[in-house]
């Protein structure tokens, strides 16, 4: 799977049969949300990726997603957008509303991997808080760093990042590896770590609220 691709059906699935459903995503969340098909035996449903690194420039994110939802929806009985808010001020959720098509509640991934609720309760003492997923635990360098220019000007990071003292690993899973990534990410931004293990939250409600 490339999540460079523009849309890319990352599951295989065939859209046939009644009751037929499109989640549309965010690339960063292709392998939690094919994790809970995969361990719900959901095979009326079936995914396609936008490009993780439209998070760097979310004005683009709308155009992105209604231009994904006008090639697909003839195929299928229904779309689903696997976004929460991601940045756009308000314009996922009124494109949603346009376009008949229901959303993950929230602001962004962070706040429905650990429950919405629990997040926007939790915010106002976190507000000194940089957080990874696995997915960004595994893309640190690539989503985080080269982004910001880190790796050419490491004397940026304080720039960047003076303002935060921990770094919070929310983790989808038990993985040791993506354990020690996130913590080196912690070591090379000067903060210090903390493990949170999050499972798939609110991510896999919403996707239990669209199976038959």
């Known amino acids: 799977m490339t999540l460079n691709d523009s849309s890319l059906t990352t599951n295989g699935l065939a859209p ?13 969340l292709a392998n939690e949300i094919l994790a809970v098909i995969r361990l719900n035996g959901w095979d009326h449903i079936s995914l396609t990726c936008l490009p993780a690194i439209l998070h760097n420039t979310p004005e683009r994110i709308p155009d992105a997603v209604r231009e994904a939802v ?9 779309i689903f957008l696997a976004y929460a808010d ?20 929230g602001p962004h991934c962070y706040a429905f991997f650990e429950g919405t609720d629990d997040f926007i309760t939790r915010a106002e003492d976190e507000i000194d808080v940089f957080y990874l997923t696995d997915f960004l635990a595994r893309g640190f360098e690539s989503f985080v760093i080269k982004p910001l220019g880190l790796d050419r ?33 912690a070591e090379r931004l000067g903060l210090s770590y903390e493990r949170r293990f999050t499972g798939y939250g609110d991510l896999a409600t919403a996707l239990a609220g669209i199976a038959p």
Do not use: W
């Open 86 to 105: 991601c940045g756009t001020g308000g314009q996922l959720e009124r494109l949603c509303q346009e376009l008949g098509i229901n959303m993950i509640r």
């Open 70 to 78: 006008e090639k697909h929806k003839d195929a299928f009985d229904s």
């Open 153 to 185: 000007h490491p004397e940026l990071r304080d720039m960047y990042f003076g303002h935060y003292t921990k770094l919070v690993y929310m983790a989808q899973t038990d993985n040791p590896d993506l354990d020690q990534m996130a913590e080196a990410a």
């Open 16 to 28: 046939t049969g009644a009751g037929s459903v499109l989640v549309l995503a965010c690339g960063a």
